[in-house]
């Protein structure tokens, strides 16, 4: 079982990590070595003198107890059973938790930043294990080490909180990564106040030769980037906001490279003022996102002629117009691609509609289909497809659905 802990035998450290301020506890069964490794790993995450901690965590070497993920959590406590993996846990931990209380007010990327001696800050956005530890080790040494995991902006100033924190290095397959600190690994500390001025996608291919920049359109960018990004469905229009961001900073670049060394020409040629570009997109109004969601089941379905009511989900965050149809963004993460027969149901759903008025209307959207189409099976299967996706919800379910569905690309 862990320590119990007092504040007699704790040991403090106050770091900040993207503008929140933790209190590690260490428990006397962290060895001084190992303290002395967490401080030194972590130095230019130091709060500033006089700073007030938002919250304590205790940090304890044992056998961790066997409590839910979830209420492990909100106990704000870490336990391992050696020193190497105890140092990963303060790293993982410390980064969720202020994520946690930072994900609705800043855009938070799953990205490397690097930082010229403007403050000029590029973020290179990839997801686990696809090289951005490794960027960031390389040439933090000739640009400002920002992070190497977490980009933290500030919406509309784009104002960069840095966040230095250990280099998270594999040094065996299946054992604890190493936290080796910015100043051990010689990497350059930022200046100037630091702005995001580019925001590009990471593709390692090995074998690339010559790194080259690829100009990408909004709709595949969305698709890459929206799952590096916390809690982008809780933010209000979050597809209208992130494509916004996205033109302001001069559209959307793939970095595409073989060998983190080869990158320092194209790196540079990143660092400038952006120049917007025009937008590629534009917004589905409030009434065509949120239009079927005002009436109460009840009431949809006292009126309907069949017993199940179709209408768009509640869970429908955004939706725009781009790359020729429209995406969507339904629970919380997950962006849908509309053609065809997904746009027509989409469209067909201005207000609840039970499944046959339902498939009436999306036929009488489509153009005329070939003589030996089976059309209401293609509309059924579609309709399903949005269902599982998220975007249209069956009030009193039936059996009218097919299995899978045409015009919907996840």
């Known amino acids: 079982m862990p320590d119990t802990l007092s504040a007699v035998t704790l040991i403090g450290m106050l770091v900040c990590i993207i503008g929140v301020t933790i209190d590690l506890q260490f428990a006397p069964s962290v060895p001084p070595q190992v303290r002395a490794r967490i401080r030194r790993a972590w130095s230019r995450c130091a709060a500033p003198d006089g700073a007030q901690a938002s919250f304590e965590v205790a940090v304890s070497l044992g056998q961790s107890d066997s409590a839910p993920s979830g209420e492990a959590r909100a106990r704000r406590r870490i336990v391992a059973d050696n020193a190497a993996l105890l140092e990963q846990q303060v790293a993982t931990w410390l980064t969720l938790w202020a994520i946690e209380i930072r994900r609705s007010s800043m855009w938070l990327f799953h990205a490397v930043g690097l930082a010229d001696g403007e403050g000029r800050t590029i973020g290179l956005a990839a997801p686990s294990h696809t090289g951005k530890t490794t960027v960031a080790s390389t040439w933090g040494r ?77 709709r595949e960018a969305l698709f890459e980037l929206a799952p590096q990004i916390s809690l982008l469905g809780g933010r209000d229009r979050p597809l209208q906001a992130l494509s916004e961001l996205i033109a302001g900073l001069g559209g959307a670049v793939r970095v595409v490279y073989g060998e983190a060394a080869d990158l320092g020409e194209v790196l540079g040629s990143l660092m400038h003022d952006p120049t917007p570009v025009a937008r590629e997109w534009e917004p589905a109004a409030s009434g065509d996102l949120r239009a079927g969601l005002g009436e109460d089941p009840a009431s949809a379905r006292a009126r309907a002629d069949a017993a199940t009511v179709f209408r768009r989900s509640p869970g429908v965050a955004d939706a725009i117009w781009a790359g020729g149809g429209l995406v969507v963004l339904s629970d919380g993460t997950r962006l849908s691609h509309l053609e065809g027969l997904g746009v027509a149901i989409w469209d067909a759903l201005g207000s609840p509609l039970p499944y046959e008025s339902l498939r009436s209307a999306v036929l009488e959207r489509m153009p005329p289909p070939p003589s030996d189409a089976d059309v209401g099976a293609a509309v059924d299967e579609a309709i399903e497809v949005l269902e599982r996706q998220g975007i249209v919800f069956a009030d009193g379910r039936g059996d009218s659905a097919g299995v899978l569905g045409n015009g919907v690309e996840d």
């Not at 640009?143 to 509309?156: I, K, M, N, R, S």
């Not at 280099?167 to 930022?190: A, F, N, T, W």
């Open 142 to 218: 000739q640009f400002g080490y920002v992070t190497d995991e977490t980009l933290a902006v500030q919406p509309g100033s784009l104002r960069v909180e840095p966040y230095p924190k250990p280099l998270s290095v594999i040094r065996q397959p299946g054992e604890p990564k190493h936290q080796v600190g910015p100043d051990e690994l010689g990497l350059m500390r930022p200046s100037g106040d630091l702005r995001l001025v580019r925001l590009g996608l990471l593709a390692r291919q090995p074998g690339i030769r010559e790194p080259r920049l690829e100009r990408i359109g909004l």
